[in-house]
């Protein structure tokens, strides 16, 4: 707060059109008067004289359209139009100059139509972000190809949000309908609750095989040789992979590991023997091991929850 300006933060769903403008007339009524609204929930305000004054918020993107006449409407009836945000437009007027309980909407099936404006302004270009983008890129970083887990726990926790903000307005939308239309709507709706359903079941479940894909102690790796080397391919390592090597003295192993996650053990020792080498890790890290014996060595990667990739490139004294 700063002399006769005041900033506060409230935070109000798409759905609680309600209780912003009752916030804003409390403010108002306590001789702060509404100037502006800042991304993502920052109410400015600035001192008067307190006076009962109702707020009120209309959704409609076609009205919009043609401001000019979308406000002059609303100032026919005595509206003050003060500015748009994120598809609201917000709209007061003194209590005093209202006959009763006068509101920007004549009755509840235009509070409805309101809400259908809502409905096809935020819900459906979440719905198309939803199934085009982060379905698509979560299914293909769980069941898929590549990924690692930071990925795909963050797809998972997205995949969530959005199946929780589907839910609660499909359901706060059909109690709302069958309240101002007080007929059997059950039928219209059984499909968008079964789809709801479904979705939650999939973002559930999906979050689920994400978060605990690593705690049975299951392995999944592929190893590759090459002329000059290996590498390992961990999606997840639990417990030991490993490479035999004849070596001779002078040769040096080039190291290079990447570690997504969890936690990798390095061994290399002649076959039956104490390792001569050994390096724990925890991330991405690169190092080199002069062999200082001719002899049959087993490189071994003992990985707990380990996800990367770990690169092993041989390079023979006599090169």
């Known amino acids: 707060m700063m002399g006769e300006q005041k900033t506060t933060f409230r935070y109000f769903t798409i759905m609680q059109y309600k209780e912003e403008a009752e916030y804003l007339g409390r403010m108002h009524r306590d001789g702060w008067k509404f100037t502006g609204v800042t991304f993502p929930g920052f109410y400015h305000f600035v001192k008067s004289t307190p006076e009962d004054v109702v707020y009120q918020l209309d959704y409609n993107q076609d009205g919009l359209a043609h401001k000019s006449e979308y406000i002059q409407m609303f100032a026919d009836c005595g509206w003050e139009y003060l500015l748009d945000f994120v598809g609201y437009s917000y709209f007061r007027k003194p209590k005093a100059l209202m006959q009763g309980d006068e509101e ?100 559930i479940g999906g979050v689920f095989m994400v978060f605990h894909k690593d705690k049975d102690g299951s392995t999944k790796y592929e190893l590759r040789e090459y002329e000059n080397g290996f590498s390992i391919g961990a999606e997840y390592l639990n417990g030991t992979a490993t490479q035999q090597q004849e070596l001779h003295k002078g040769d040096v192993i080039n190291v290079s590991l990447v570690l997504i996650e969890g936690k990798l053990q390095i061994d290399i020792g002649c076959e039956g023997e104490v390792p001569v080498f050994t390096k724990y890790t925890e991330n991405l890290e690169s190092f080199s091991v002069e062999i200082e014996k001719d002899g049959n060595y087993v490189i071994t990667c003992t990985g707990e929850n380990a996800e990367g990739s770990f690169h092993f490139e041989i390079v023979n004294a006599d090169r």
């Not at 795909?152 to 101002?180: A, D, K, M, N, P």
């Open 104 to 203: 920007i909407f004549c009755d509840a099936e235009s509070r409805l139509e309101m809400m259908k404006r809502v409905r096809k302004g935020r819900m459906v270009p979440l719905l198309i972000v939803l199934f085009c983008c982060i379905m698509p890129q979560f299914f293909l970083h769980t069941i898929g190809f590549g990924g690692g887990s930071p990925v795909q726990r963050g797809l998972s926790v997205v995949l969530l949000v959005f199946t929780i903000i589907c839910l609660v307005f499909g359901i706060w939308f059909f109690l709302y309908e069958r309240i101002v239309r007080k007929d059997n709507i059950f039928v219209k709706w059984i499909g968008i609750v079964l789809f709801l359903l479904t979705l939650s079941v999939v973002a």
